[in-house]
């Protein structure tokens, strides 16, 4: 799988990308896979505030429920439309099309922190 | 992993086909291949190919096996005919399950139990335990691998591999005979709600036969199945697992499984509780209604207050819908009864069903 250079990443796997002070915020390719058939995503509306390692939503697939965790803090601007009628998305395109939130971050000193491309392949890799 | 899980024979295969690999109590399963949904509807509307070989095997043998089979299970051993298989519980003397089970009559002195991996080794023990009889009770799972071929297309998948006419073997009857070229026991039993066969064979021989089963199956689109599809295949039909369902502080009768209770036939363990016993509170089906799904272990609220907890909980894949099963007060566990769940701290509406949610057409 291909894991974006440019995004980064956290061990309870989502992934992170930055332009600016925007952060755009999804889970891994790794975690949909493990999570299997998605049947619900349930993220915050735009306005709420998130901080990092805090829970912000969740994804449930046929066979469990998963917390998702914020890998940096700041104000949602925006939660992704889509995943309400078709959460079966964010198994096919976890990495683009079905991100979750977007977010205004507060310290961008927390993206740099997070794992790279190949740090989180590699913590993957290591995980089975 | 701190301890060495258990691997089926079949391990290396689900590996190289790219499966999803759980802990499954113990043993190292494989959860799902192409995709929960994916393989539930293949099962559905053609054929799948479950690795069931974690599943245990007893055997009892002797003048007496048919006198301790009977003692140690609820449902009328003595009612089985040569080659019949018989669904039962294994009960504690206060009515609760050890586990439950399939009874094969092989021969008037011998009989072949297919019990939960999980439960095996207790299982064991326990008829062992019970054993006053001249029999003699084997632990045989080391020599038994079992694979499930279910779904519309199972048997004439099943077919090609043996002279065995499976078509006269009815449901919940079995035959031994050669299957893809090595000794069998071909049962016509399983645990997806569709017709199908389970093959008991050698472990050694468990590759050879799965490879069989997947190019006979070709034409029909077989798919390997993983323990996700397996799961929501039973629900659907409303088929219990043990740990959830039932459990040894639940009684056959609360786990509306009279059916397999037979207190006429004579002494058995767990009788004399069953007897006792006015069940306050019954097994039942649901809906969600409002937006969630209610899983195992999922608080149930009636008109508010705590009444019940959920057993079983799963988007159906064949209804489209969110179903479970749960306990209820027996007064309140007809079809129709408003429920809430409580799930993550919201009381979710509900409603009972009758069940079971899926029955195939015959």
Redesign the interface.
Same mark, same amino acid.
């Given at each position: 799988m291909n894991y974006p250079e440019n995004f980064r990443y956290t061990k309870e796997h989502e992934w992170v990308s930055l332009t600016g002070d925007m952060a755009t915020i999804g889970i891994t390719f790794h975690a949909q +896979? +493990?999570l299997?058939?998605i =049947?619900?995503v349930d993220v915050p509306k735009a306005g709420t505030k998130v901080s990092k390692g805090s829970t912000f939503g969740?994804v +449930?697939? =046929?066979?469990? =429920?998963s917390d998702i965790y914020a890998p940096v803090s700041g104000e949602v601007t925006e939660a992704n439309a889509i995943l309400a009628s078709a959460p079966e998305k964010l198994n096919a395109d976890p990495h683009e099309s079905a991100w979750l939130i977007k977010v205004r971050v507060k310290d961008a000193a927390e993206f740099n922190n997070l794992m790279t491309a190949s740090e989180y392949q590699t913590y993957v890799g290591a995980e089975h | 992993m701190e301890t060495a899980l258990k691997r089926t024979p079949l391990n290396e295969v689900h590996r190289a086909a790219g499966a #999803?690999m759980v802990d499954f109590g113990g043993w190292d399963m494989p959860?799902?291949y192409s @995709?929960?949904?994916d393989e539930h509807n293949t099962v559905r509307n053609a054929v799948g190919l479950f690795d069931v070989s974690h599943m245990g095997e007893i055997e009892i043998r002797g003048p007496e096996a048919m006198q301790l089979a009977d003692y140690v299970t609820t449902n009328s051993v003595a009612k089985l005919q040569c080659g019949q298989a018989q669904y039962s519980g294994l009960l504690y003397e206060h009515g609760g399950f050890v586990d439950d089970i399939l009874v094969h009559k092989v021969a008037d002195d011998s009989f072949f139990l297919c019990v939960n991996a999980g439960n095996q080794e207790k299982d064991f023990e326990h008829i062992r335990n019970a054993n006053k009889f001249d029999c003699e009770v084997e632990f045989a799972s080391e020599r038994y691998a079992q694979l499930a071929i279910q779904g519309p297309k199972a048997l004439e998948t099943a077919q090609k591999l043996t002279e065995t006419p499976l078509q006269q073997i009815k449901y919940y009857w079995f035959a031994d005979g050669m299957f893809a070229g090595v000794p069998a026991r071909i049962a016509r039993t399983g645990y997806t709600g569709e017709d199908g066969v389970e093959v008991y064979t050698a472990p050694e021989h468990a590759v050879v036969v799965w490879n069989a089963i997947m190019e006979a199956g070709r034409p029909f689109g077989i798919k390997p199945c993983g323990l @996700?599809a397996r799961n929501?295949l039973r629900l659907e039909s409303k088929m219990a697992l043990y740990g959830h369902e039932i459990s040894d502080s639940i009684t056959p009768l609360e786990a509306d499984l009279g059916w397999i209770v037979k207190l006429g036939k004579g002494d058995f363990i767990g009788r004399e509780a069953l007897v006792k016993q006015t069940p306050t509170r019954k097994l039942v089906g649901f809906e969600m209604r409002g #937006? @969630?799904?209610g899983?195992d272990g999922y608080e149930v609220l009636l008109e508010g207050k705590p009444a019940g907890w959920v057993t079983s909980g799963?988007?159906s894949?064949t209804l489209n819908k969110n179903i479970g099963l749960c306990y209820l007060p027996l007064e309140r566990s007809r079809p129709g009864e408003k429920i809430e769940i409580v799930i993550?701290n919201q009381a979710v509406e509900a409603e009972t069903v009758p069940t079971p949610f899926y029955k195939r057409s015959q």
């Open positions: +896979e +493990e299997g058939d =049947v619900y969740s +449930e697939s =046929v066979k469990a =429920v | #999803r959860v799902q @995709g929960l949904i @996700g929501t #937006r @969630g799904i899983r799963s988007p894949p993550r």
